[in-house]
């Protein structure tokens, strides 16, 4: 099972309002996640996590013989991928936990954008999507590594006086939580999956981009991420102080018209054993 509390009610909303800022502050990384998922054809593929749905929209206008299921627990954002698929008749949305999804075509592909880290249960959540998957099935997924590996996270949270701590358990369900490449390939075997491989991208997180990017970035640093929930906590004085602060150390990271800073990932793939 996922925890439905961060995707559902006001945060769901707000993600699916921001979701043009958030695929674009991914826009290093999908082309190689979709690189990987395509190596090999496939019939049938399952977008696990698909939010806004950009993996499986672009999937579905590539391959209009190919059919792409998205799978998400936040109604709003699905609402949101529904309306960019438009008129495609090869693609399907389903508000369901992927944890206990039951696809209506077994997948031979499935692919996400960072959207596993949150299973309660991991090794449970991969075995049921690798019982469900197709014989041969293909596995491409894509999830942050370790936070002392994504410079962007300490940089924004530097504006807080008082930064919360991370969590105790760095394998707890959040972000963050498939960062040891040890632990997801313990997990991906434990559930079944063979052949696993681990590719580390390095790439820049887009925060802010147009004419005035350092405004931007503030503004969507304000509404998610790390620092969205303790600078909403703050009382007012001492939150425009932060955005002041927030809004130095992004200007530092200004090359033009855009904000970025550094980030890392992996891009794991496995196969159905």
């Known amino acids: ?27 290093e990384l999908t082309p190689q996640l979709l690189a990987a998922a395509e190596v090999e054809t496939y019939a049938h593929a399952l977008d696990i996590g698909c939010g806004a749905g950009e993996l499986s929209v672009a999937l579905a206008s590539r391959y209009p013989d190919r059919h792409v299921t998205g799978v998400d627990i936040s109604g709003e ?24 999804f039951e696809p209506r075509h077994a997948p031979d592909l499935l ?16 075995a049921h999507l690798h019982d469900r998957a197709a014989r041969k099935a293909r596995l491409a997924f894509s999830c ?40 997801v390939d313990t997990v991906l075997r434990e559930a079944g999956w063979r052949e696993i491989a681990f590719h580390q991208i390095d790439y820049r997180m887009i925060f802010g981009a147009g004419e005035h990017p350092v405004s931007d970035a503030v503004d969507y640093l304000t509404r998610v991420g790390p620092t969205a929930s303790p600078i909403a906590a703050l009382p007012d004085e001492e939150r425009a102080a932060t955005l002041v602060r ?18 890392s990932a992996w891009l794991v793939t496995a196969r159905k054993g």
């Open 1 to 27: 099972m996922t925890d439905h509390r961060d995707w559902t009610g006001q945060v769901g909303h707000i993600w699916a309002t921001e979701w043009r800022r958030t695929d674009r502050s991914f826009g």
């Open 77 to 100: 954002l699905l609402a949101v991928a529904r309306q960019r698929s438009g008129d495609f008749t090869n693609t399907a949305f389903a508000h369901a936990d992927a944890a206990t």
């Open 111 to 126: 692919l996400s954008r960072h959207g596993v880290m949150f299973f309660r249960d991991p090794v449970a959540a991969f």
């Open 144 to 183: 942050f590594r370790t936070r002392g590996q994504n410079a962007w996270v300490t940089t924004v949270m530097g504006a807080l006086a008082e930064a919360p701590a991370p969590p105790a358990d760095p394998r707890e369900p959040g972000p963050f939580a498939f960062g040891d490449r040890d632990h």
């Open 246 to 263: 927030l809004a130095s150390i992004l200007d530092d990271h200004r090359q033009g018209d855009t904000v970025s800073l550094p980030a």
